[in-house]
């Protein structure tokens, strides 16, 4: 490659990793398949609109045999016969109908679920023949939602064949949470934040990624050569010959950071003056447990509920949700595991609760607010969490409160639950601990009066920083006014910790600063009893605790809460955290001699 073509491209660092590859480029128009509810006296244009799309797609079918025959004979194009089968399999399109009806949701997105679901367990199949079926079922997949909704390229997304760097204007948090781990090495997206959904489960996924580049996805060409480098938010076209020797050596270092950082994995998180710390991991996905358990942390502070009902062709029921809260406390035996209840809404949505589109929906149909208008949809997912406590220490938390009434609705919806549970003879931990979270101003303000009501208290600092700060959280042009050392922000946390310890509640912080390294000692030193991380970063946040005094923290804290910009606590905190662990600061690739 020439060292005259390389170019550098600067954005917004989301996820941690070096990966260099081909980029797969998502056409930006259509990213995903839409979701949307459709009214019930529209329901029959809905599937009459499907019926077209199939008869076109067989045409389509019929054409492409003929074609093929014609020019290699029958045997080659026999494979359009088998695509003809599969267009017309019974159940696929009678499920799909179904799920229309009963879901009043669009026809793509019922397509979708339901062929993927069918491609899916062809995959995970031993015979290869039957494997194969799943390649044939999506590329008739595609031909019925082409006919639907024109070109639907992330569909290619789900079924690379080549490991590739993914490039494109957004993807969802639904999206990620598709991806194949094996097949997309990286991504980059035009638009998003460090604490946008789609960065926190990058994270989670260790998958390295690029955000807010603004215009990468029209810049970037299919099969272009690329390095990404998700430390420090860059992407290199053709990177020359040097520059991937030094990052070589940069990945080299980051090893041996790794293997340091391991050592103290399985150590208690507590100071050096004897301060324990509660060190959790959030986690996304029940089968990620396991990970968190292999980075040594204490438990789960946040389990995000919300993605058991995301990418979903109808609600799990309760027995389906009991399961998997189960399956989390089993993973994790003896540890707290804290579920948040259901925050679906703002980046999160899903068809099943949300029809059309809400001009602010971070400040719309989110959370709480769910829950506490859906009352079927609320006691279904606490009778599942009371009937997963009974196999191990489950905590409950409720998200977005803004106040007192909405968290005593939410108690009495869980007592009522007990309640049922009880007559039923159904066993359940009748002392479950009960936390809420501090996620909005509102919520801060009267932590005093909240904290009197439950065990804990959680403060989200990904929402409080956001609804304080009045800064879109996922919004790239504005990221640089989304700042966690704000003064505003370090006295909403001092004030929350010290109202709810004076009413004997512990504190903890689930949001995206708890993993920082460079805002531990500020946290802790505000009195955070717990902090609740992406799991990759449990040992990075550990080794740093373990070389902290409390007292140290404490003296920082109550210098920072005199001073009056962002920049200058950022700037102390910094170089506090860099005498204290110089050996393991993230590393800065900025200053490579090519670049
Ligand atoms: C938060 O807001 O800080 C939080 C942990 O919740 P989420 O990121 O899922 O909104
Ligand atoms: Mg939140």
Redesign the pocket.
Known sequence: MSQESQLKRQGIAASGGVCRGRVHLLDKKHLHVPQHRVSKDQLEAELSRFESAIVQTRKELKAMHQSLKEKVGSQHADIFEAHLMVLEDAALLQETHQMVRDNGCNVEHAYWSISEKYARAFEAMEDDYLRERAVDLRDVSQRVLTQLMGQQDDMRLYQLKVPSIVVGHDLTPSMTAMLDRNMVLGFATDVGSQ?S?TA?LARALQIPAVVGLHNISQQLREDDFVLLDGYNGMVVQNPSDQILFEYGQFIRMHEDQEARLAKVRDLPAITLDDHPVALEA?LDQPEDAAAILKQGADGVG?F?S?YLFLNQTQWPDEATQAQAYQSVVETLPRRPVTI?TL?LG?D?LSHLVHSGEESNPALGFR?IRISLAREDIFQTQLRAILRASHHGQLRVMF??VTSLEELEGSLRHLEACKAQLQAEGTPYDDDIQVGV?I?TPAAAMIVDELAEKVDFV?????????YAMAVD?TNDLIAGLYQPTHPAIIRLISQVTQRAHAAGTQVG?????AGEPVMVPLLIGLGVDEL?VAPPLVPRVKYLIRRLKLEEARDFAAKALKMSTSAEILQATQGLVRRLVPEIMPMNTHDLSTL
Do not use: F, W, Y
Request: hydrophobic share 35%.
């Open positions: 604490t959904h926190i959030n946040l995000r919300e948040r925050d703002a999160k959370a998200p977005m979270m996620e959680s403060i989200g600092t990904n929402d409080l920083i956001q959280r912080v689930c949001g995206e600063m609740s």
